[in-house]
């Protein structure tokens, strides 16, 4: 469906069209129409799918008399509200009489005040500060009509709830509300509940959307070595345009720090910085000045930059779904990019995992690329380069003479130079051993045996034993072998290469709220089924050994048996 089949006036249609947007994207199908008939409107997409102009179109629409504030957006960080604030503004660039504010904590009170007083009608803004002028009277609400709440989720996350219930509270009863959010936790639905009229409920499922085409990767890499690793990468693939991201402002200073020592141009954006400063590097981010921006999630969420070639992880997201907001800052509007993943330790290759089931996605190993492959890559990179030069200054041919006089010819200048070249390109690239794979396949892997002091006379079952390990470790019930139960412990076989770690999530664990202990088997007692179940009738064995499904549950988690398994589906 086209923005031109809406009952939008030309001034907006021109704008739009502008901008260079001719088809809706589903959201916008979804949730413009009825925001336009005055419904109140949740709407839950996933990041990069056009929701400011699916809730910014009809603001600028709703605008008829000049003069009066009467429609107010809310958004979690001062960086999204000014991206909404230009969004919104080139939507309005034809419509007479619509004057945008943007408010937002940490930049002049004054200079707001003064904004808000010529004849605003569309504020944009944090919770926090909007609050603050409400309560100095600088933000009159008596005239609204229309509130957003643009990324929900992530301003509850904040901590902005108690703000905007005080805010919601305060606007006129009959105004419309329409709330956008990327997921829907109860805490959201209590707010709608009770804030919004008859909310209609847009959803839009498409995780994948957002993902599709970018390419994602991960590397394992040793314990302290990411920063190295992240050097290798970056010189290895140059991305013209790349973010890191971190989970800490210490994390991105030092990383920032760190970057810049060794010669990139890299600069760090957290919530701790000034406001003029934060707006300073987005910008030089933006106008591609500088390479890689370094960051946090809180000042990374939604950000809408094109051009955009790579996303780090350099600490892995601690939320499943900001694994899709990182990775969706590249590949937007339609071009690819490519997300790489670091991770040390066993920890954190099972959270990757956990991330990959959520997230739907492949993300494929890869080893570090080797300095000989790096030259390689270099060496066609210089290729291409010179191939590509075709302005040429005659003060170089004077250059070239002067060194053939000197006894240099002009094979030797080449190659003097395209050396220095390949040279200052691949120096100081940081070496690293052969990983060994971590993922051996299951076919003959190593076990050993695990000891935990439970057993039947807590009633305790294999799936118990296996639902807390998985909840423990982060593995999959695939990974683990043989479960014997026994009077007061039971044996679980696991895979040898996982044993330290294993031994060291699950101390402590809880087993059907028993606390209990894990060890590493030394004993060498089989299990005697006949003795172990003497009340057990015959058939029962029997139908076991034949595979009975529900009996034959556990063993679907038997490495060695899953052939078997395979063959059943
Ligand atoms: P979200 O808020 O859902 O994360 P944004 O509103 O930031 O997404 O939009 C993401 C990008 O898509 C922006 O660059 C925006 O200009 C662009 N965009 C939005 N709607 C359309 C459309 N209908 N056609 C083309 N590009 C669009
Ligand atoms: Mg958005």
């Known amino acids: 469906m086209y923005f031109k089949e809406l009952n939008l006036s030309q001034e907006i249609l021109k704008a739009v069209e502008e901008l260079g947007f001719t088809e809706m994207t589903e959201i916008q199908q979804k ?35 000049t003069g009066n504030i009467s429609v ?9 509200a000014m991206q909404a604030y230009e969004e919104i503004r080139k939507f309005a660039r034809y419509k007479k009489g619509v004057k945008a504010v943007c408010v937002y904590g940490g930049a002049s009170m004054d200079k707001q005040i003064h904004e808000l007083k010529r004849r605003a009608n569309i504020v ?37 709830r108690e703000d905007i219930e005080a805010i919601l509270s305060e606007v006129p009863e009959d105004r419309q509300t329409v709330l956008f959010s990327a997921t829907m936790p109860p805490a959201i639905l209590a707010i709608t509940e009770t804030y919004q009229k008859n909310p209609v409920h847009v959803e839009i499922k498409s995780t994948q959307k957002t993902v599709e085409l970018i390419e994602q990767y991960y590397y394992e890499v040793a314990m302290g070595r990411k920063t190295d690793a992240l050097k290798l990468l970056l010189k290895a693939y140059a991305p013209k345009s790349s973010m890191v991201f971190c989970n800490t402002k210490k994390m991105v200073d030092d990383l920032t720090e760190e970057l810049v020592k060794s010669g990139f141009r890299a600069v760090g954006i957290h919530g701790d910085m000034k406001q003029s400063q934060r707006t300073q590097v987005m910008n030089s981010f933006r106008n591609k000045s500088v390479e890689i921006l370094v960051t946090t999630d809180v000042t990374a969420r939604g950000i809408d930059v094109t051009g955009v070639d790579a996303v780090f992880n350099y600490d892995l997201p601690q939320d499943n779904e900001y694994y899709i907001h990182r990775t969706g800052r590249t590949g937007r509007a339609g071009h690819t990019g490519t997300a790489y993943t670091l991770i040390s330790g066993r920890r954190q290759f099972y959270e990757l995992r956990e991330i990959e089931r959520y997230t739907k996605a492949d993300i494929i190993e890869k080893s570090l690329p080797e300095k000989s492959e790096i030259i390689s890559m270099k060496k066609y990179e210089i290729i291409s380069e010179i191939a590509s030069v075709n302005e040429t200054v005659r003060e170089a041919d004077d250059v070239l003479e002067k060194l053939a006089e000197s006894g240099i010819d002009y094979r030797e200048t080449a190659l003097r130079l395209i050396s220095e070249k390949l040279k200052s390109e691949t120096e100081n690239i940081p070496e690293f051993e052969k990983p060994r794979p971590l993922k051996k396949g299951r076919k003959g892997t190593q076990t050993v045996k695990v000891d935990i002091n439970i057993g039947r006379n807590k009633r305790i079952a294999p799936n118990f034993i296996l639902g807390a390990l998985v909840d423990a470790t982060g593995m999959s ?93």
Do not use: W
């Not at 005055?38 to 600028?60: E, L, M, R």
């Not at 500060?129 to 992530?154: G, S």
């Not at 696991?494 to 087993?511: F, G, H, Q, V, W």
């Open 124 to 160: 944009i803004g944090t919770p926090g500060r909007i609050l603050d002028h409400i309560r100095r009277r600088t933000l009159k609400l008596n005239n609204i009509r229309y509130v957003v709440l643009d990324e929900a989720d992530e301003m509850l996350n904040m901590g902005f």
């Open 477 to 569: 019930g695939r990974d683990f072998g043989k479960i014997d139960i026994f009077d007061t412990h039971t044996t679980v076989e696991i895979p040898e290469a996982e044993k330290d770690y294993i031994l060291d999530s699950t101390n402590p664990m809880k087993i059907n709220g028993n606390k209990v202990e894990v060890k590493l088997y030394k004993g060498t007692e089989v299990r005697n089924r006949r003795n172990d179940s003497p009340k057990k009738p015959e058939f029962d064995r029997k139908a076991r050994a034949y595979g009975n499904r529900k009996k034959n549950e556990v063993y679907d988690y038997i490495p060695n048996r899953s052939k078997r398994t395979k063959k059943r589906h």
């Open 31 to 65: 949730s413009i129409p009825l925001i336009l008939e005055g419904q109140d409107v949740i709407g839950h997409s996933n990041t990069g799918t056009g929701k400011t102009a699916a809730f910014g179109i009809p603001a600028v629409e709703s605008i008829s008399d």
């Open 72 to 80: 107010l957006v809310m958004c979690p960080t001062r960086e999204l």
